[in-house]
Each structure stands twice: as C-alpha cells, then as structure tokens.
C-alpha cells in the first residue's frame, strides 16, 4: 500500500516547472519552483511543521497547548495543517489588507483569526505583532512561534528547499530568486546552495514601500523608505531575525502593478495559477535575468503561493482597473479589434432555414461558440452552443429542428469608436456577442474572446 501517515507528510518535494513563455528574449533556463503543490498551497507548510515540531523537541510545546501567530495567511494556514495533525489549538492575528480568502482559509481550518489595522508602526499595541505578543503572554500552554525571527523558519528551508532544488537541478543551479518578507526561504535555500556551490548567486524581491533594499546596499535602516503598498506577503517595515543580508547577493524592488500585471502572464501564458507575490518574484527575477544571465545558466525562482487566495484582487478585472493596473493597449475600440484580429474578416453566419445538425457541423468546424442568423442579406437572429445544448438534453429531436425555431434575437450592432470598457459592458451571459458594421458596410463579430485578446494582448 502507498499512503501517507497524514497530510503533512505531503509537505514538500514540489516541483520545478520551466517557464516557456513569458521569458522570451531571455538567455538561459528559468525554472519556477511551484509551492503550491504543498498540502496547504503554499511554500509555508514547511516552515509551520517546523516551528511546531522544534517547539515540541525544545519541551515549548506540550499536548493541547495553543499556537499563536501573527501571519498574513499562508503560516497561518501551515501552522494549522501540523496543529490539526497534532492536536494542537490556533489562534492567528493578521493585518486588514490581506485577503478576505486568506482569512475564510484559516477559520475553516478551525482557527481563531483576529483581524488588526495594517497602517500603524510594528510597535503599536494594535499591530497585528504586537497583538500575538500579548494573547502569547496572557493564554497558558500558547507559543508565540513568531516566523519573524524563529530561526527555525530559515532551517525549514536549508532542509528541505534547498537540497529539492540542488538535487532537482542536478546542481547546476546559477541563480536563485526568491520574494523576501521574513526572509527564511531565501536565507535558508541560499545558505544551503551556496553551500553546494559558493558560485550560486541569490536575488532578493523586495516591494516598494519596504526596508530591504536600502539597508542591503547603505546599512541604514531609512523609515523613509516606509509607506503602504498593497503586494502581500513580502517587503517589511522591520529587520527580521531570518533575513540574513550576507547571503543575500543584490535585491531587486518591484511595484505593486508590475508584480499583479506578472501575475496574470503567468496564469495566461504558462499556467501557473499563481499568487500575487509570485507576479513580484518573477518580475523580478525577469529584470535581473535579462541584464545578467547567460547561455547554460540556470535560474530558480519560488512562486510561494496559489492564485485563489486573489480571485477578489489580482485576478479581478474591475479591481484591477479600480487600482489603474489594467491597462488598455493599442487594441482600444472596436475598430482597433477588428483591424487587429486574426483569421478571415467575413462575418460567418447560419442561414434561419439550415438544421440545428448542420448548426453544430458549423460550430464544430470554426471552434466557436455562438453565431449570427441570417436571412438572405438580413441578420435575423442568433445562436449560441449553450442554448442548443440545453434544447437537445430536453429533446434530441430538436436536430431536426431549422435554426429560425429556436434562434435569439440578433447580436446588438455597435459603433466602431466604442472602447473595450464599453464592449465588455454590453457583453453579458445574454448577449453573447456584438457586431460593428465597418467603413466598406461589411459587418464584424466581436465576442468576450477578442475582447480578452484586446485587454492581455
Ligand atoms: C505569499 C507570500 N509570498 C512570499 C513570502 C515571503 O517568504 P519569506 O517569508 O520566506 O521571506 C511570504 C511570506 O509571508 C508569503 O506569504
């Protein structure tokens, strides 16, 4: 039989997937290593199993004891996939700019969640730090693994990370790049490269807004450097125990609208179904990669966590115009889309008297999912592959059936100076798609794909 003792035993052994696309122009091998194949999506598995399990060896930690954690989500939810195991109680404060996901994720995994305000200083007794220190100091039994500066987070790293990622490059690991907020998975993975092969060279990810970069290359600690950002789960406002800066070769800072922007290529263009700070670590990565790598180097890069703890965020359009990410490119009306697209620019239509049978052949044959309706010179009706599969669950005779039996009524005309926003708002679930009557009177389909192509492209 082939199981495992528990869910954390799944912890770990991730692995590395090549990035194809959103590397172009890059020389070298750019491999990311996908944390969210760890039992509770993200690379923070490790180090909850860890800080626990070093709690319980030090005598911390005793049966029934309380776990108490200030984390923006991710630890929370590793610490609480060990405390389960081990039946242990959690208790988490997390700061109000992080995902509402986040914090629904933690409480149905049982735990006690406090939410804290994100924009007062780490000192403050209503930071989300200094609201764990004193549930720590006030709740017997509890520990305060505190991922900040509990070396054991690092270690987590140096033990596992690390060596995956040597073994799985068969060293020949060049550089490695990783997004930094308490610092373990960077100092721990490069301690143990550098180890292997002191040649490895290590890029941390900071965010604007964060401390690290500065003090990397001045040794000054600037508050100035200090104001709110929105990325989550990296850039600090203090120096954590776990960040150390000697193994840490240069830093790279990245905006929060370059990180989301990344973020979405590599769900778009790779498949990598990724969180935030992941958009920010291969950002970049990408940058330092394209000034410095080489043919036959091989770069890693972490992506720590899963994209739908951002559904409401990075992966949102409306929010993401609202924060003015979104850009609309040179596609920006409807005239530019039809300018612009691909293949054949004669409008394909389905006469009213043609059989729902011969209906389908067409869709079939074009890879599409709805289709205008004619009668002669005339758009009558439309069609599209939701309803006719609907009619024929009902009734397989409808086959039969001409296409003017059950067509819709005809997709709206639009103007050609209509912008992408105003196109996406006149396509709904009803109206699955818009024609635009061009210069020459020839007539033009635009679907919720092309409007898709006009925003990514
Ligand atoms: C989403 C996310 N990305 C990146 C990081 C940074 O990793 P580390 O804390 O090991 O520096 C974290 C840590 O909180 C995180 O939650």
């Given at each position: 039989m082939k199981y495992y003792n528990s869910i954390i035993d799944t912890i770990g052994g991730t692995p590395l997937i090549k990035l194809n696309r959103v590397t172009k122009g890059i020389k070298g091998t750019v491999l990311a290593k996908v944390e969210y194949f760890n039992p509770g999506n993200s690379v923070k598995d490790r180090i909850g199993r860890k800080m626990i399990e070093d709690a319980e060896r030090q005598g911390l930690l005793k049966p029934g004891g309380t776990i108490i954690e200030g984390t923006s989500g991710n630890t929370g939810m590793g610490l609480a996939l060990t405390a389960i195991t081990k039946g242990y109680k959690c208790i988490f404060t997390i700061s109000d700019k992080q995902s509402q996901e986040k914090i629904n994720i933690l409480r149905a995994l049982g735990a006690e969640v406090v939410v804290c305000p994100?924009?007062?200083?780490?000192?403050?007794?209503?930071s989300y730090y200094s609201v764990a220190r004193k549930l720590n100091a006030e709740i017997p039994n509890s520990i305060y693994p505190n991922q900040y500066d509990n070396l054991s987070n690092t270690a987590a790293h140096y033990e596992t990370t690390g060596p995956e990622i040597w073994q799985d490059t068969d060293g020949k690991i060049t550089h490695f790049a990783a997004g930094v907020g308490t610092g373990g998975t960077i100092s721990g993975v490069a301690k143990y490269l550098k180890e292997q092969n002191s040649e490895v060279i290590s890029i941390g990810i900071d965010t604007y807004?964060?401390?690290?970069k500065k003090y990397k290359e001045t040794g000054i600690f600037d508050e100035n450097e200090v104001y709110p950002y929105l990325t989550e789960g990296i850039g600090e406002d203090i120096l954590p125990r776990n960040v150390d800066f000697g193994l840490i070769d240069s830093f790279v800072k990245v905006t929060d609208k370059d990180a989301a922007v990344m973020t979405r290529r590599l769900a778009r263009e790779e498949g990598l179904f990724v969180g935030w700070s992941c958009g920010s670590a291969m950002f970049g990565a990408l940058e330092y990669a394209r000034q410095h790598l080489k043919e036959g180097d091989v770069m890693v890069v972490i992506l720590p966590d899963h994209g739908t703890r951002y559904l409401n965020k990075v992966y949102n359009d409306t929010w993401m115009k609202d924060h003015g990410f979104l850009e609309l490119r040179s596609f920006s009306t409807a005239r530019d889309i039809i300018r612009h697209r691909?293949?054949?620019?004669k409008l394909l239509t389905v006469d009213q008297n043609t059989t729902i049978a011969e209906a389908i052949k067409v869709f079939n044959k074009a890879g599409i999912s709805q289709l205008p309706v004619s009668d002669g010179e005339q758009i009558v009706g439309s069609i599209n592959d939701n309803t006719i599969l609907n009619l024929l669950i009902e009734d397989?005779?409808?086959?039969?059936?001409?296409?003017r039996e059950i067509m819709g009524k005809p997709f709206m005309f639009v103007g050609l100076d209509n912008t992408v926003d105003a196109l996406s708002s006149l396509i709904d679930k009803e109206n699955k798609a818009l024609l635009v009557r061009d210069e020459t009177n020839q007539i033009h389909i635009i679907t919720q794909h092309d409007l898709l192509m006009a925003l990514t492209n």
């Open positions: 994100t924009n007062v200083s780490p000192e403050d007794p209503r807004g964060s401390v690290f691909n293949g054949g620019s397989p005779h409808t086959r039969e059936k001409a296409v």
